[in-house]
């Protein structure tokens, strides 16, 4: 079995699926970060991909890690880490509860 991965794919639609989230064009992206109007599209598209520096811009602009980009389960970081801080604050039964409302909801 070959399980290699297209990591140009996986890069453009990941980018595509957060900026989405964010509910944001790709021009509008691109404009907020100082970039030519059709430079997230062209990453999106495949032609292009972002320099280190231009990844981390990126980054910023969605309010997540380097590290939440690449973890391709984590569909939408933001709403993770703004959920994370009450999580701390519950009791072993309450996070109890939330696992199995959770579970509930993925089934």
Sequence with gaps: MNYEIDYEEAFANRLS???INKGVSARDMSLSIGLA????NS???KKSAPSIKVFYYICEYLDI???EFFDFDNKNPQKLDEIIPYL???DNEQLQNITSIVKGLIK
């Design 17 to 19: 699926q957060l900026r």
């Design 37 to 40: 109007p059709g430079y997230i």
């Design 43 to 45: 990453i999106e598209n």
């Design 65 to 67: 890690t380097p590290q």
């Design 88 to 90: 701390k604050r519950l």
